[in-house]
Every structure is written in C-alpha cells, then in structure tokens.
C-alpha cells in the first residue's frame, strides 16, 4: 500500500509530538506578546507592572537559555547607553516586541534544534551501555 507523503499516517509519533509542541510553544509565545501589546498605554501609571509581566512569562517558555541571554543582552545595552545616548520613549518596539524577538528565537533554538540534539547523542550514548549492562547481568 503506498502512502502519499503529506497524509499523518506516514508520520511517525515523534514527529507529531514535535509538530505538536512546536505549534503549543509559538502560540504560547505569540499569546504573551499580543496580550502585553494589548494592554501597552506608556502613560498609564499602572503599566510598570506589564514588563515584570513579560518578562515572568518569556524566562518561563525559554528557561534556561532565557536567562542567559537576558543576562548577556542587559550587559550589551548597559555598554551601548555607557556611549550612544539612548533616550526614548516607552514604546511597543522597545518595550516588547525587540524583546520578544530576542527571547523566542533562542527559545525556539534551545528546546526544538539543541535539546533533541542532545537527547539523540544521549541516547547513541546511553543505550549501548544499557544494553552491555542488561546483557552482563
């Protein structure tokens, strides 16, 4: 029986799965920045507690390289403001979205390229040893 190639039943389950949480985590991230742009107002006083917001929701979908790379963005900021003045304005494209940016392209490196890279070489790793010590004792 020949299966075309775009029908499910040629994939297998782990390429569903990943499908599967692909689709799961960019609509998560999508659904944290439409929500912050939705209730952006830079002259709202109640605002400040948005970007803490933000922020919580963004570390939690790309932990932990997120934090990393939020440690090393705020470090490369602080040395551009130490010589280019850089007085704006709050604005969407600041506040959010270049961050946001940021944060879901090394999430999405980070949980769909790196960690089932390193689970396939654990696995070429790991189960040889098993076997040896399963088929030993």
Not at 45 to 53: K, S, V
Not at 71 to 78: E, K, M, T
Not at 101 to 107: A, S
Request: with cysteine.
């Amino acid at each position: 029986m020949n299966i075309p190639a775009w029908s499910l039943r040629s994939w297998s389950w782990s390429r569903v799965v990943g499908l599967t949480l692909k689709i799961l985590w960019c609509s998560a991230a999508m659904a944290v920045l439409v929500t912050m742009l939705w209730h952006f107002d830079p002259h709202d006083p109640e605002e400040r507690d948005n970007p803490i917001l933000f922020a919580y929701l963004m570390f939690a979908l790309t932990y932990p390289s997120g934090l990393l790379a939020a440690f090393v963005a705020s470090i490369a900021l602080g040395l551009v403001e130490r010589f280019v003045s850089l007085n704006t304005a709050p604005s969407r494209l600041y506040d959010y979205i270049l961050p946001w940016i940021g944060f879901v392209c090394v999430g999405y490196w980070q949980w769909f390229k790196l960690a089932p890279w390193l689970w396939n070489k654990l696995l070429v790793v790991l189960l040889p040893w098993l076997r040896r010590k399963l088929g030993s004792g």
